[in-house]
């Protein structure tokens, strides 16, 4: 009975991150490795033969040891705020596009940016990072709560 109780909860969870996240087909990052980020400091395209759903929300790798590393510890790897742009997160709360090659690790948290004709938001980013942050943080948690 218990287990039945906590089953809606699961599903609304889902049915969040699905609508939220910034996602192509219902793949997030583009299909990017989102552990290479961190273990390589680079994007690199995942492959469909190597993937995982966290949540809803599938994920693709470039190779089986990256996708057993994300099974262990997807909350590790996702990218902040549903995988759309910090920068347009921090600055009015928009869900705005990335480009999956400009990205940021902050206190071992991925975070993706727009970069697209000739604007680049990361250097935005930079410029103002902590206020950025802690806007982007709660814009977040707004939409989170809906």
């Not at 190597?50 to 693709?60: E, L, R, W």
């Not at 790798?61 to 921090?90: I, N, R, T, V």
Request: charged share 20%.
């Amino acid at each position: 009975m218990f287990l039945l109780a906590g089953l809606p909860s699961f599903s609304q969870s889902d049915a969040f991150r699905l609508k939220q996240f910034n996602l192509d087909d219902g793949v997030a990052i583009k299909g990017y490795d989102p552990v290479a980020y961190f273990t390589q400091n680079k994007a690199v395209k995942g492959k469909k033969e190597f993937n995982y759903s966290s949540h809803g929300v599938v994920y693709h790798f470039a190779s089986g040891a990256d996708q057993q590393l994300f099974e262990a510890s997807p909350a590790k790897y996702e990218p902040q705020y549903g995988g759309w742009c910090a920068y347009a997160m921090g600055h009015d709360g928009s869900k705005v596009e990335i480009d999956p090659e400009t990205f940021k690790i902050i206190n071992g948290k991925l975070f993706l940016f727009y970069n697209r004709f000739f604007n680049n938001t990361l250097k935005s980013w930079n410029q103002d990072e902590s206020k950025l942050h802690a806007q982007a943080d709660a814009n977040w948690q707004k939409i989170v709560q809906q």
